[in-house]
């Protein structure tokens, strides 16, 4: 049997840069891995199928037959290791779904290393980022894990220094958004809009090589924001209740609706945590870390 986590990213800084022909959207991110993670256990069967079974209870809204990422990278790794047997899966969700934060990418990727161990493909890290890309644009971050700087269409990773020390407050609304209907909302808010703000990518990377927390946060800013929050009013007031609390700042994470504060104290955290729950405007809500590396 292998064990994997998979765990949740947040955006520190989203822009779309433009548009390929095939229809994937070119953007410049900062992304970081959470302590909020996924659990999956892989183990061979002697059924010739790849069966994938929750560890809990399922939420309705996700299906674990052949459409999910996970079969599709379990599939492919056993075809890459000439495997003919099956594949037992388990999957405890922890992460939310359509929350922004790559839950599905992120069990892709662990299924991608999970299967590749079991089987002793002995794929390279590289290798696996290359198939997975093919499944989906986060999964190569997924994979690696961890601070990094993502461009083209994901593929593009630079590792990044780790944050300062800091502590997240994540809160989930009760609504799911359309990562499609997110980014198919910002082409045509850009063609009518040219004039829209820009994340200062750089500046952050320059803050985080500086080891600067506040100049990371002073420049937040994700474009999906102008697309997403005027559709879901709770995204704007999580992101004020986590700043009155002391968050040094706070944004949406990825396509949302998620959104996320740093804060460099455990009593603002706490005093975040506690405004939110009683506000009852998050259906789901954590206080975490970063993690430095993917499991």
Not at 36 to 51: H, K
Not at 62 to 81: M, P, T
Request: aromatic share 6%.
């Amino acid at each position: 049997m292998v064990l994997k986590k998979a765990y949740a990213k947040v955006n520190l800084g989203l822009d779309i840069t433009g548009r390929r022909d095939d229809g994937y959207h070119m953007v410049r991110m900062i992304m970081q891995s959470l302590n909020i993670y996924d659990e999956l256990t892989f183990e061979m069967s002697d059924d010739p199928e790849i069966n994938i079974s929750p560890a809990g209870e399922n939420d309705n809204n996700l299906s674990l037959g052949k459409d999910n990422l996970i079969y599709k990278a379990a599939e492919r790794i056993s075809q890459i290791a000439g495997y003919k047997g099956g594949i037992n899966i388990t999957l405890k969700k922890n992460i939310p779904i359509a929350a922004g934060m790559a839950g599905g990418s992120s069990d892709c990727a662990a299924t991608l290393k999970g299967v590749n161990e079991l089987l002793g493909a002995g794929l390279t890290e590289e290798q696996l980022r290359d198939i997975g890309v093919k499944l989906g644009a986060d999964v190569p971050y997924c994979i690696m894990g961890g601070t990094a700087l993502s461009e083209g269409i994901g593929e593009i990773l630079t590792p990044l220094p780790p944050l300062p020390t800091c502590i997240f407050v994540v809160a989930k609304p009760a609504v799911s958004v359309s990562t499609a209907e997110a980014y198919g909302g910002y082409d045509r808010l850009a063609e009518e809009r040219p004039d829209l703000v820009h994340p200062d990518i750089d500046g952050q990377v320059e803050a985080l090589k500086n080891g600067d927390l506040k100049g990371l946060t002073d420049r937040f800013l994700n474009v999906l924001e102008y697309v997403t929050a005027e559709k879901y009013s709770e995204i704007r007031e999580l992101e004020e209740m986590m700043k009155n609390a002391g968050a040094l700042n706070a944004m949406m994470s990825g396509s949302g609706p998620t959104v996320f504060g740093i804060f460099d104290s455990e009593e603002k955290a706490l005093k975040a945590v506690s405004m939110i729950d009683s506000s009852g405007l998050a259906k789901q809500l954590f206080r975490t870390e970063c993690v430095n590396i993917s499991g």
